[in-house]
């Protein structure tokens, strides 16, 4: 098995030659099937975004909270 990038990249007839490209392409396909259908992968996404969203919900209500107790803290 020959490396393309040695600069040689003829092969001699019956042998194989090793292409690093393609091979991340396999893998990348491959861990994508074992992540599931798009529709899944959609799924878990907009459950992500709704966790954000909620986390973010959350973060602006303390931070008014905050500013308010300041406020009043002020006066």
Not at 3 to 14: A, K, L, Q
Not at 46 to 70: F, P, Y
């Amino acid at each position: 098995m020959k490396n393309v990038s040695d600069g040689d990249e003829y092969s001699t007839p019956g042998e194989e030659v090793h292409h690093p490209r393609r091979d991340v392409n396999e893998e990348r396909r491959r861990a994508l099937d074992d992540v599931g259908s798009v529709s899944e992968r959609r799924g878990r996404r907009e459950k992500k975004n709704a966790h954000t969203q909620c986390d973010r919900a959350e973060r602006m209500h303390l931070n008014t909270q905050h500013i308010v107790r300041r406020a009043l803290a002020v006066r």
